[in-house]
């Protein structure tokens, strides 16, 4: 294994595991919130974020978090091994609070400077339809593009732990660390 996409709700412990699976591995994580933003929570320009996206979904080992389904194609094609993360909702949505209430006006690692967590009304809105409305979109775009690789689907903190371990040995036995 060596490309791993890890995708999933928003507050689903995608960066999280991408994080450890990356130091448990020697893959370099390379995290998509990154790519797209910039300080003041501004998007990129999209031809920004495209050649960044590409320049990483090129590189022969990677471990991808993010979703951002604008040009997810390519990355689901490359990767040997997609991570769906599939928790439940209400799950989502506390962790994201948590968050906030933790971090509040601080930077989190997988960001950009001048991105400090904060509270969005319209960004709660959306993961809370996150999983009747984004998730089927990523399964049929797994199905159709990412199908020759294997798909690992998380469904619970047990399911992550299992899945973290279970990755972690198959790169090791790929011979990738470095």
Not at 113 to 122: F, I, L, N, V
């Amino acid at each position: 294994m060596r490309r791993i996409a890890v995708m999933g709700s928003p507050g689903s412990g995608k960066t999280r595991f991408a994080v450890r699976l990356g130091d448990m591995t020697g893959v370099p994580v390379v995290h998509l919130d990154r790519l797209n933003w910039r300080p003041g929570w501004r998007e990129a320009p999209m031809e920004v974020y495209r050649s960044a996206h590409d320049a990483a979904v090129a590189r022969d080992r990677w471990i991808i978090d993010g979703d951002y389904s604008r040009h997810f194609g390519d990355r689901l094609r490359r990767a040997d091994t997609i991570v769906l993360f599939a928790l439940p909702t209400r799950l989502t949505l506390f962790r994201i609070a948590k968050r906030v209430l933790l971090l509040r006006g601080e930077v989190r690692p997988d960001m950009p400077e001048g991105c400090p967590e904060r509270w969005d009304w319209a960004f709660m809105h959306w993961v809370w339809r996150w999983r009747r409305h984004r998730l089927p979109a990523i399964r049929a775009a797994i199905g159709a593009q990412g199908a020759d690789a294997r798909l690992v689907e998380v469904h619970s903190k047990g399911d992550g732990e299992t899945a973290l371990a279970w990755l972690a040995k198959a790169v090791a036995g790929d011979g990738v660390r470095s």
